[in-house]
């Protein structure tokens, strides 16, 4: 407890001196746990979910950074890999090739690299992963785009 | 001196040298076509040991100290092949699934590829220089001694390192395949430093998955799938068969795991248990472990191994637990000692309230699997009675029956020998139902070999397992010596003898597929042929018209002439009246 308190107090500290950084990512502590914390992330170039901003949840367990955070997306979205009513993602360092010295930040990178690449052979979105496996490129393009502007993107005007 | 009594004489068990049941005695019968009818490579050692004297052992069976001298020994070797350290060694193997030989092989071929795969660096990398150090998983800044690395030279401080070793051992057998924490680096990190590294209790759980290791990973190993038993078995692919008989007294099948299953194949063997599991429901009824008396309809319990069942007192009405035929009937008059394993005889008799039950809730199918499997579960119980009975033997009945006939323990070994026979026997013959069943019922010929073997066996094994139970408690519940004891041991360990004999055929039989049945040809059953045939038992008294005089052989065999069946001039097979053609060896009815 004290263990994982610490290290995310440096987590903390390292992200108050990189926001500059890494433009792409803001991670925010919750005021009040140090367990809880919300990540915005721009939605990768030259995918369909360029232009959008993701909100993300972590959820940190005690025995951090032994055991890694569960991490979900708060902002609806269309991917193979993510569940699309509860924002569950499948990723394999958020599960058995989860290493210590992963930080939030890094994890934040490895999701933004998954919304780049999805993998559809193992899908929590099964939609989504039947497109990209039949050859429907276009198909899951158009609707990964029509979700990203509609949850995705800040309403006009 | 054809009533059944006579056959339970010890003198009598001697001269019962028909070729199927006495194996090496048919060979010096005078008799002059005997030797046709032996079996193929009757074992003639009467050796002590009546469960594994079999072809010789292609297995080892291995405690947990064997299990560690093999693993230390591979390790080693490997070491000093590739002079790489004992830690690097254990890597490779465990990668490699404990195969030397694989190791050997991938290692000469590409020594370089190996090692990245698994992470053993050629050369080792220090710790960064530098005074202090900050650690790759709590951040921390610590002086260079209290950190510590694997191969790669990534720092973490002991407090990390702990935490991440513990988390990976309690995580399951993965912490065999440790890998630096730095997600950048694939080092492996060695036994050393886990046991270095871990506490107590971690230790001792990876110390356990290193060994499971070694028999789960290792595709000569395996372990023995009795429940709470701790030896594995190393066994030599190739020759032989797949039976392995376990030191805790589990016989099992390599292949397949399933508890052994001679003479049937491993995927009749999983299709009856599919079949099974798909019928269990219907089946529930068939299991119960009571029926009603055919008499007087209270409800028996059997409580003995053997399959004659006597009601309680004021009934007492003897009868077969298979079929509920009166016992008094599974004579010559329905066709054998005991008709009873012929699904036919079974149905034909369907006079009897179960049957007639049966009937109504089942459709032709399931009524035939019911005969099937019902005979194959009541041989497992029997079986798993008879394990319950030779325990008690050994751990109280010996010692009592030592001390009432006087006689030291260690003459009393037949009676432990009998009951190793009995519940190997109801092992086989639980089986043959499995192999029954799987038998295309268009193989006319080969069903009725099939049965009447069966039945045999069935008689035989009823014989031995009566002698062992019921007579044997008659010299328990004596006050003094019995005159006869002699005789009872020398019936008992001649009964133990031929019913080996006879069994080891019948497994040798149905493995080949009765696959004699169809060499017979027209001609007459002389020369070669391996007279398997169902008429071997019966010719010895029927070659001649002397069939019915009473020797032993004919007591037990099935007189089925009086029901208008013929009986072959050549093999003695018993043929249906319509039949122009003999079944059995295609000779045409003279
Ligand atoms: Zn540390
Ligand atoms: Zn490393
Ligand atoms: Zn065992
Ligand atoms: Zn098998
Ligand atoms: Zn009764
Ligand atoms: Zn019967
Ligand atoms: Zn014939």
Redesign the interface.
């Known amino acids: 407890m004290q263990?994982s308190r610490?290290?995310l107090f440096?987590?903390y500290k390292e992200v108050q001196r990189e926001k500059v950084a890494d433009p792409d990512i803001q991670l925010v502590c919750d005021d009040s746990n140090i367990f809880k914390w919300t990540a915005l992330i721009k939605g990768p170039s030259e995918t369909p979910y360029e232009g959008g901003v993701f909100q993300l949840a972590f959820s940190v367990p005690e025995?951090y950074?032994?055991?890694p955070p569960q991490v979900r997306f708060l902002t609806k979205i269309f991917h193979p890999n993510v569940h699309f009513k509860t924002g569950e993602i499948c990723l394999d360092?958020l599960k058995?090739a989860w290493?210590?010295?992963?930080t939030l930040q890094?994890v934040c990178r490895a999701i933004i690299a998954l919304m780049a690449h999805p993998e559809p052979d193992s899908p929590l979105n099964c939609d989504s992963g039947n497109l990209l496996r039949s050859g429907d490129v276009r198909g899951f393009q158009s609707m990964a785009k029509m979700y990203t502007r509609l949850a995705a993107m800040p309403k006009k005007g | 001196m054809d009533s059944e009594d006579d056959m339970h004489d010890a003198n009598d068990v001697e001269s019962v040298d028909d070729g199927f049941y006495s194996g090496e005695t048919a060979m010096d019968s005078d008799d002059g076509d005997a030797a046709d009818y032996d079996f193929i490579d009757n074992d003639s050692d009467d050796s002590d040991d009546p469960i594994s004297h079999r072809s010789q052992q292609n297995y080892t069976i291995l405690n947990e100290d064997d299990i560690h001298l093999r693993q230390e020994d591979n390790i080693k070797k490997i070491s000093s092949i590739l002079s790489i350290s004992n830690n690097a060694a254990a890597i490779l193997l465990r990668h490699y699934n404990w195969s030397v030989s694989k190791v050997n092989d991938e290692w000469f071929a590409n020594e370089e590829k190996v090692r990245r795969i698994v992470g053993l660096l050629e050369e080792p990398r220090a710790l960064p220089s530098g005074k202090e150090l900050t650690c790759?998983?709590?951040?921390?800044v610590y002086p260079c001694d209290s950190m510590s690395s694997a191969a790669c030279g990534h720092p973490f401080c002991v407090?990390?390192w702990q935490?991440?070793i513990s988390?990976a051992i309690n995580d399951g057998p993965?912490c065999l395949m440790l890998r630096c924490?730095?997600?950048s680096c694939s080092a492996a990190i060695g036994q050393d430093m886990i046991i270095a590294l871990a506490s107590h209790d971690d230790r001792e759980k990876y110390e356990r998955y290193f060994l499971r290791s070694f028999v789960e990973d290792n595709r000569k190993t395996k372990w023995c799938p009795a429940p709470g038993c701790d030896y594995a078995v190393d066994f030599i692919v190739g020759g032989g068969t797949f039976d392995v008989n376990c030191r805790c007294s589990y016989s099992f099948c390599w292949n397949c795991t399933e508890e052994a299953h001679r003479p049937v194949d491993c995927d009749t063997v999983s299709k009856w248990i599919r079949k099974n599991s798909a019928e269990s429901e219907n089946m529930n009824w068939i299991l119960a472990n009571s029926k009603p008396c055919p008499k007087c309809k209270r409800p028996i319990e059997k409580n003995q191994g053997c399959m004659h069942i006597t009601c309680t007192p004021p009934c007492k009405f003897e009868f077969c637990w298979l079929c509920l035929g009166a016992w008094s009937d599974h004579g010559e008059r329905t066709g054998g000692f005991y008709a009873c394993n012929r699904y036919d005889a079974a149905k034909k008799e369907g006079a009897y309230d179960d049957t007639e039950k049966r009937r109504e809730m089942a459709k032709n199918s399931l009524e035939r699997y019911t005969h099937f499997y019902e005979r194959w579960a009541t041989n497992q119980s029997s079986r798993q009675k008879a394990l319950a009975d030779l325990q008690q033997m050994q751990n109280i009945h010996l010692e009592k029956l030592s001390d009432k006939q006087c006689q030291p323990e260690s003459q009393l070994k037949f009676i432990t020998e009998a009951w190793l026979q009995i519940v190997e026997c109801r092992r086989v013959l639980k089986w043959t139902y499995a192999y029954g069943y799987y038998l295309p019922a268009h193989e006319h010929a080969k069903r009725q070999l099939f049965e009447y073997l069966q039945g045999e066996a069935e008689s035989g094994l009823e014989r031995l397992h009566q002698c062992a139970e019921k007579e044997l408690s008659g010299y328990l519940n004596i006050d003094g010596p019995s005159k006869d004891f002699n005789e009872f041991r020398m019936k008992l360990a001649g009964l133990t003898s031929v019913t080996r004999n006879y069994f080891e055929n019948l497994v040798r039989a149905l493995e080949n597929g009765l696959s004699d049945v169809d060499a017979h040809g027209g001609t007459s059953r002389t020369g070669g042929s391996r007279g398997l045939g169902a008429g071997s038992s019966k010719s010895r008294g029927g070659s001649s018209s002397s069939r019915n005089k009473g020797t032993a052989p004919t007591a037990r065999s099935r007189n089925i002439d009086d029901s208008g069946h013929w009986s072959c001039e050549y093999c003695t097979f018993a043929n249906a009246k319509s039949a122009t053609v003999c079944q059995m060896c295609q000779q045409l009815r003279s």
């Open positions: 263990a610490a290290r440096k987590e025995q950074p032994l055991q360092i058995n290493s210590p010295a992963w890094s | 790759g998983i709590c951040f921390d407090t990390c935490g991440y988390t993965g924490p730095d997600p």
